[in-house]
């Protein structure tokens, strides 16, 4: 038997022989991208890349070292792709994402639409966002919203698009993709619910509770403790809750909503902070019917598809890790009429200028079908 120390030094001397002819088909990858750039060539060729593995593979018989091996080859082939497109990029090749960078956006005139009525969580964001006393319409449904945008008749829109307890908000996601509008901005609340009732009404008289589904879900513990049996329906917005609670005048019951809905529509507050998660905040989109991104934006989200093959959603997001990009979220949504495959929507750190962006979004052109920019904000 070998000693291990004696195991270590051969194995040292072959990883150096592997590092020389690593740097050298690194080199032969940089020949490959002069003349694709030369020639208006893909980088990516499938269909090359598949009959180079089969070759490779097919040189040994043991199942264990044919699997090793197309790992390791996909992994090489895949870093010599980066390596072009990292060239491409230096050559001026880019993608063209159709967005214009600007130093700041002039909100003095802005028209703002969100969903829901007066009172609305999306309206505190607006607020939040924007400041007070901003030229803002409400409309009945997210899609109204961005109908609004593509018809210039609003500016910008104020989206929900995940809350901390309760998750995505997954009608956002398909709107994003089926509509031409860029995100250029966002805006974290605490979603502090309260129970709303016409006043004189005692806990013990409330039969019914309305809200919107997610506001049901997040107070769910509340429900179940403090008003058992009593029936929870679900309506389109927490404020229209309120609205309704106000315009039918029913001791018998209640809403969950923001408490700003006390004052809007003479309601009296029987309980504060009835949410199960006292740290529950909702994540809002400020979406725009025009391609633009602040020189300073510092976050871009973007969806693609990908074939729905071993291994595709790891070579993608590799993009990201092989360029220092740290992604912070990632979300999938399946497409119409193609069962099985999805659309992926991911969040990550950067700027459209950065160099690494760039280079990622070169590869992920290549590689990925209708990859959209959906905002750097």
């Known amino acids: 038997m070998k000693d291990l120390k004696d195991i270590r030094v051969e194995i040292d001397a072959i990883d150096n022989q ?7 088909r690194l080199l032969l990858a940089g020949n490959v991208a002069e003349y694709k750039i030369a020639n208006h060539r893909p980088v990516l060729d499938k269909k090359r890349e598949d009959e180079k593995l089969g070759v490779l593979t097919s040189k040994v018989s043991d199942a264990f070292e044919q699997e090793g091996i197309r790992e390791l080859f996909e992994l090489i082939m895949s870093t010599s792709r980066k390596r072009q497109y990292q060239m491409m990029r230096e050559h001026g090749v880019m993608v063209d994402h159709n967005y214009q960078p600007v130093d700041a956006f002039d909100f003095a005139n802005a028209h703002i ?15 939040q966002f924007f400041g007070l006393n901003r030229n803002s319409t409400h409309v009945a449904t997210w899609k109204d919203a961005m109908d609004a945008l593509t018809e210039k008749k609003a500016d910008y829109a104020v989206l929900p698009i995940e809350n901390s307890t309760a998750g995505a908000v997954t009608q956002i996601y398909d709107l994003l ?24 009404t005692k806990i013990s008289d409330i039969k019914r509770v309305y809200s919107h589904p997610q506001a049901l879900m997040q107070c769910d513990r509340f429900l ?3 008003l058992p049996g009593v029936e929870a329906q679900s309506l389109l917005n927490t404020a229209v809750s309120a609205q309704k609670v106000h315009d039918e005048g029913k001791k018998d019951q209640a809403a969950i909503a923001g408490a700003i809905n006390a ?10 902070s009835i949410q199960d998660e006292k740290k529950n905040e909702t994540r809002f989109l400020i979406v725009s019917g025009q391609h633009k991104f602040r020189t300073d934006a510092k976050h871009i989200s973007i969806c693609f598809e990908i074939p729905n093959e071993e291994g595709s959603l790891y070579r993608i997001l590799s993009h990201f890790t092989f360029n220092g990009i740290n992604m912070s979220r990632i979300e999938s949504r399946p497409l119409e009429g193609r069962p099985w495959e999805y659309r992926f929507f991911v969040d990550f ?29």
């Open 18 to 24: 592997l590092l020389e002819l690593y740097h050298q």
């Open 113 to 127: 639409v969100y969903q829901g009525v007066e009172g609305a969580y999306s309206q505190v964001a607006m607020e």
């Open 177 to 200: 993709s089926s509509y031409d509008v860029s995100i250029i901005g966002e805006e974290i609340i605490r979603i502090d619910h309260a129970l709303l009732a016409v006043p004189g």
């Open 224 to 226: 179940q403790n403090q």
């Open 263 to 272: 004052r809007i529509y003479d309601l009296e507050i029987l309980q504060s």
């Open 349 to 377: 750190e950067g700027n459209l200028l950065d160099d690494g962006v760039t280079n990622a979004l070169i590869g992920l052109s290549e590689e990925t079908r209708n990859l959209r920019v959906l905002g750097n904000y």
